[in-house]
């Protein structure tokens, strides 16, 4: 028997405008994906997500205006059966030109119509976003 693993930890940007929630492609991948990005080792989850979406997205949050939205978790797209993905999402405020860079190979506004084409633990977020009435169909 092997020890549980355990889940992937990733921190997420949530930007609504208009009943839209922005996403990004990375090269090679077909799925959407929020903007953030796995924690290095020591940061909180304000730096990871502020080193990660300036990396990705050219852009600087406001870190005064970092507001938590919730924790997800779900299968990880793309890993072996029983790895799980914990995704800590965050509100945010941002300044600069939204962009793509790094590993992102497109940015998009998606609405609930997208969510087939989105990963497991986003489909859980665009759900609850829906139910806040925050997400457009």
Excluded: N
Excluded at 10 to 27: M, V, Y
Excluded at 112 to 132: G, M, N, P
């Amino acid at each position: 028997m092997h020890p549980p693993v355990a889940p992937i930890d990733k921190i997420a940007w949530l930007h609504l405008r208009d009943g839209k929630i922005l996403s990004t492609r990375s090269h090679g991948k077909d799925r959407y994906y929020f903007p953030g990005g796995k924690r290095e080792a020591g940061e909180t989850d304000q730096q990871t997500l502020l080193r990660e979406i300036k990396e990705e997205l050219t852009v600087d949050l406001a870190p005064a205006s970092l507001d938590y939205a919730g924790t997800f978790e779900a299968p990880a797209h793309g890993h072996a059966a029983g790895i799980l993905v914990r995704m800590t999402c965050y509100y945010a405020q941002y300044t600069g030109t939204l962009q793509p860079a790094a590993e992102i190979a497109e940015v998009v506004w998606l609405t609930y119509r997208h969510r087939a084409q989105v990963s497991a633990v986003d489909q859980l977020i665009f759900d609850w976003l829906k139910e806040q009435r925050l997400l457009a169909e």
